[in-house]
């Protein structure tokens, strides 16, 4: 075997070698995002399955809030069929708003507030809020490192040539940054 028959061989090889390392190192950041993804579906999907539950306590409480429930259980349809991040972000932020209006409506009514039933729900709600928002966090750290391998070089090379993409960050809508004021201390004669 001649000399540069051996160096181009040696090339190769290295080609070869560098290229299964960049692809297996974008399938393991790809799956990373995949699993962040899918631990705020579970988050997203245990705040669904405790609104009925949460409804149905303030309905036996609160019955002519028809609207608060209606606007809470299309919030949360359209969250259980959100097709992408963006769909599911969006439905996010009308569930949250809507589930502010029902805690709302809650303080008119200190026996509700009083349900033992009623707390521990919304404690449950309170710390699937929390693990949500640690999700969402991951997910997108998974996505910024998933993002900026693909487009480092030499990585973008195979990255673009195994139809590797950019994925999308959960993003809040606009408006999410303020707070909603809910106040269940003070009784509402008080409050005035």
Request: charged share 25%.
């Given at each position: 075997?001649?000399?540069?028959?051996?160096?181009?061989?040696?090339?190769?090889?290295?080609l070869a070698l560098f290229g299964f390392g960049s692809y297996n190192s974008l399938v393991n950041l790809d799956?990373?995002?995949?699993?962040?993804?899918?631990?705020?579906?579970?988050?997203?999907?245990?705040?669904?399955?405790?609104?009925?539950?949460?409804?149905?306590?303030?309905?036996?409480?609160?019955?002519?809030?028809?609207?608060?429930?209606?606007?809470?259980?299309?919030?949360?349809?359209?969250?259980?069929?959100?097709?992408?991040?963006?769909?599911?972000?969006?439905?996010?932020?009308?569930?949250?708003?809507?589930?502010?209006?029902?805690?709302?409506?809650?303080?008119?009514?200190?026996?509700?507030?009083?349900?033992?039933?009623?707390?521990?729900?919304?404690?449950?709600?309170?710390?699937?809020?929390?693990?949500?928002?640690?999700?969402?966090?991951?997910?997108?750290?998974?996505?910024?490192?998933?993002?900026?391998?693909?487009?480092?070089?030499?990585?973008?090379?195979?990255?673009?040539?195994?139809?590797?993409?950019?994925?999308?960050?959960?993003?809040?809508?606009?408006?999410?940054?303020?707070?909603?004021?809910?106040?269940?201390?003070?009784?509402?004669?008080?409050?005035?």
């Open positions: 075997m001649s000399k540069p028959l051996i160096v181009v061989v040696a090339v190769l090889v290295l799956e990373t995002v995949e699993s962040c993804w899918s631990q705020i579906d579970n988050q997203l999907q245990r705040r669904a399955d405790l609104i009925p539950n949460l409804v149905a306590t303030v309905k036996g409480y609160a019955a002519h809030e028809e609207a608060v429930f209606t606007q809470v259980n299309e919030a949360r349809a359209k969250l259980a069929g959100a097709q992408s991040v963006r769909d599911a972000a969006q439905a996010d932020a009308r569930l949250s708003g809507a589930l502010s209006r029902l805690l709302a409506v809650v303080e008119n009514y200190p026996n509700l507030k009083a349900d033992a039933n009623f707390r521990r729900l919304q404690d449950e709600l309170a710390g699937t809020e929390n693990r949500i928002a640690v999700a969402r966090m991951d997910y997108n750290n998974a996505v910024r490192r998933f993002n900026a391998a693909i487009r480092r070089f030499p990585t973008v090379i195979f990255a673009r040539l195994l139809g590797f993409t950019p994925k999308d960050y959960f993003q809040a809508e606009p408006g999410a940054q303020s707070v909603p004021k809910v106040d269940f201390g003070t009784p509402p004669a008080a409050r005035q």
